[in-house]
């Protein structure tokens, strides 16, 4: 997978580190000019990664990514920190990002963005990963579930939980992080979490990976 990272002033070490832990990951970077759209085409990249760390987010940055998006169907995600606000994401969605993704991140943090791009139709050469847990397999690339040889039927939000807690096995993974990673992959219900993860108890019949913690979350191990 090649990952283009843009950039208007400075790069942010942040992100390219974060990038670095990434297996089978091309990374190229690309301060952005006045030939930017050019440049970016001459890239090919599967995703591009705008670095908005190093600067407050402006409303250059939201025509850059307008400009962008006019030009290629390529996903984008823009990399940001932990003090830009929810309008400021939303703005930036609005603008054409379809992700948003807080440095640093794991990973497997961004590789689940692009699983949620895949659902919304992005023709991606994706990584292809599986994630297995005691018998239960997630396969990234078709979003199968499986428990052993069973194929096993999540709706939408319980495929997303799921997938959340298989990135983050043998740790505990709270309510409100479920929720907000919910809510920023736009799932059309959040509902009741603690009734998804009954339900997707429920349907892992084969195995018993999931596990309730109280007063603290849940737990695949």
Known sequence: MKVLVIYTKQASALVTSSLLSMDRVEIQNLQLTETYLSDISSCSPDIILFDLIADMVCGEDYAVVRGIRTGTNVPIMAAVSASVSPFTRKDL????????????????????????????????????????????????????????????????????????????????????????????????????IHVHILNIRRKLRRSNILHTVPRQGFLVS
């Open 93 to 192: 969605f609005d603008a054409g990002v379809d992700g948003c993704v807080q440095v640093p991140f794991l990973p497997e943090e961004l590789i689940l963005r692009l699983q949620a791009m895949t659902r919304r139709d992005h023709k991606l050469r994706f990584l292809g990963t599986t994630i297995s847990v005691r018998g239960v397999h997630v396969n990234l690339e078709n979003h199968l579930v499986r428990d052993g040889d069973e194929v096993v039927q999540f709706t939408k939000t319980e495929y997303s939980i799921f997938l959340h807690l298989m990135f983050h096995n043998h740790a505990i993974v709270v309510p409100a992080s479920l929720r907000a990673y919910l809510l920023q992959e736009h799932t059309a219900s959040t509902g009741s």
